[in-house]
């Protein structure tokens, strides 16, 4: 079985029938159903069918009533107000429901798989050559990774691309300085690799860029290596390589760090597209979308203009003959559609990036590259910011490093399991500890709509309090704790007894999990879920504060209360996976 009926999909289309045989024109009509506080669910849709058949709102919605039976599923439907409906769902639905979910073969909680699955290539976490990492590659890294891992959940084929930034002219810039002050490369020894590699790398690339921008004879001699580079000139490909070797096991190591899987094959830098470049142009040339501009080949957007009034070109080809960004990414475009098959790029991007990829996009689109079977999105997101609000910086007004950043969240997570272990090791405190504290920082991310800036406030994110990924932690936690101490007493659905209102509502939300990962999914939208979630663990904890478990009334309610434990622990796991967070059995 892979896949359940939604207890609110059940309703909708019972309502949907419903009106169809009350008011034949609204046939296929969507009834509006949302979850209520003044019952299980209410649908507000028969107001506009109403207003647009000139029909008495508050008539048609009892015309609507006297349609459904109740039954098996619904159990009281009535009209409120102006000619609303409110609807109330049997124990036993609910119930059998969350059984059907939980019984579920295949281990998916009752998602349906899509029925027609495309490819989504996805750009994401696009580190650069020589440079360390900073907290302006977490929520590319993050973001995209959740995205990853919903799309490939629901049955889309995912293909993953990191498209590092590792061509261009501050490899000549680099290799030319090396080759001058062949001494500043610092290793110490042949062993020295990953951070420690990427630090003499970050230094040695401040030092040519400061050389570049001051040195106008360097400056000449560099512009030439990138020509070397690009001609594939042996010597200079040797240490450009060696740049790249050293890059990329640092890169592994930040994002094993993060608990990402990253495959060498995924990664295909701006380098990977150098042999396109020059067909790219010409394509683009010859089919009059770009046009040589003061020698420049470039594309013009009417409605994209400068402060002084002239059109701003996106430009494809510089003038003395070099490519910039737009080239590589138009040809990335090329090789996306064409040998990958792709129907969808979705590129996870700095917002300020934007208007760099809506003329990208245009461009493609006009070039007949991208077209209603093949669409470009970018998920664009906002800035991680400081407490004071700001742009988050070191006290020195520096870019703070990634793994320092890292390295201090597992720190103050380490501190919190330690205060609450209870017979953990300190090699299990270790471990909890970098599992909540990643989590911590990628919940912080992941609950905060992508488009939006947020602050990055490790005391918040570690906290047991409020909407944190260590609450969500808990509560798996705390029912596994629950689980072992049942001992021989296993989890087992009774549908035939009654619910307290806190069972009621734990079922009814776990029930609309597959609902939400479709969302999330559909919308690359993971805050989504996030959220959802987060009021999964609320329901819990006043699931546990008010029902015992252990010490209820029969044993058939046990078995039933730990049943819906049980499925509100599978369902945060699982939920919790999609986010790339771990939840882990002690805490």
Not at 13 to 42: K, M, T, V
Request: net charge negative; proline share 3%; with cysteine.
């Amino acid at each position: 079985m892979a896949s359940v009926t939604s207890l609110s999909d059940s309703v909708q289309q019972q309502l949907a029938s419903a009106l169809s045989a009350s008011l034949p024109e609204a046939a296929g009509a969507d009834p509006l159903l949302r979850r209520s506080d003044r019952a299980d669910f209410q649908a507000n849709g028969i107001l506009a069918l109403a207003k647009k058949a000139k029909a008495n709102p508050r008539e048609l919605a009892t015309q609507v009533v006297s349609q459904v039976v109740a039954g098996d599923v619904i159990k009281e439907i009535e009209v409120s107000g102006p000619g609303f409906l409110n609807i109330t769902i049997t124990d036993r639905a609910i119930t059998e429901n969350l059984a059907a979910r939980y019984t579920d073969e295949t281990g998916r909680l009752g998602v349906p798989l899509a029925a027609q699955p495309g490819t989504t290539v996805i750009d994401y976490a696009q580190p650069n050559v020589a440079k360390e990492m900073h907290v302006g590659h977490l929520r590319s890294a993050v973001i995209g990774d959740s995205v990853v891992q919903l799309l490939e959940f629901t049955g889309e084929n995912v293909v993953r691309r990191h498209h590092i930034g590792d061509w261009g002219t501050q490899f000549g810039m680099l290799i030319q300085y090396l080759d001058e002050h062949p001494h500043e490369l610092d290793h110490k020894s042949a062993e020295v690799t990953g951070e420690e590699a990427m630090s003499n790398l970050d230094r040695l690339y401040k030092a040519a860029r400061k050389k570049f921008d001051a040195d106008e004879e360097f400056k000449t001699r560099a512009r030439r290596r990138v020509v070397d580079l690009q001609a594939g000139d042996p010597k200079t490909l040797a240490m450009w390589q060696k740049f790249v070797d050293e890059s990329k096991i640092y890169f592994f190591s930040v994002f094993e760090k993060l608990d990402m899987e990253i495959q060498d094959p995924d990664i295909v830098g701006e380098s990977g597209y150098n042999d396109m470049l020059a067909e790219t142009c010409s394509l683009l040339e010859e089919s009059g979308v770009a046009v040589r501009s003061e020698g420049a080949l470039c594309v013009f957007f009417d409605d994209i203009k400068g402060p002084d009034g002239n059109l701003v070109p996106l430009i494809v080809q510089k003038s003395d003959g070099g490519y910039g960004y737009a080239a590589t990414d138009l040809s990335a475009i090329r090789d996306r559609v064409f040998n990958l098959k792709a129907n969808t790029l979705l590129y996870v991007v700095d917002a300020r990036q934007a208007l760099h990829f809506r003329m990208v996009f245009e461009t493609a689109r006009r070039a007949g590259w991208l077209n209603d079977d093949v669409t470009a999105f970018q998920l664009a997101f906002g800035t991680v910011l400081g407490k004071d609000g700001k742009p988050f910086k070191t006290r020195e007004g520096e870019t703070v490093r990634l793994v320092d950043l890292l390295d201090e969240a597992i720190d103050r997570a380490s501190a919190v399991v330690r205060e609450k272990a209870q017979d953990l090791s300190e090699e299990e405190i270790a471990e909890r500890g970098a599992q909540v504290g990643i989590g911590a920082v990628k919940y912080a991310d992941l609950s905060t709509s992508a488009n939006r800036d947020y602050k990055f406030d490790l005391d918040q994110m570690v906290s047991l309090n409020g909407d944190t990924s260590v609450y969500l932690q808990y509560a798996y936690a705390r029912i596994q704790s629950i689980l072992r101490k049942a001992g021989e007493v296993r989890p087992a659905a009774h549908p035939e007894l009654a619910l307290a209102d806190a069972e009621r509502a734990l079922g009814l939300h776990a029930d609309s999990f597959a609902e939400t990962v479709a969302e999330a999914a559909k919308e690359y939208a993971p805050h989504k879920l996030a959220a959802y979630l987060y009021q999964l663990a609320s329901l819990y904890t006043t699931f546990y504060d008010k029902c015992p478990v252990l010490k209820a009334e029969t044993p058939e309610q046990v078995e039933n209360r730990l049943f819906l434990c049980d499925v509100t622990a599978r369902t945060l796991q699982q939920g919790m996976a999609l986010l790339g967070i771990r939840t882990p059995e002690k805490l």
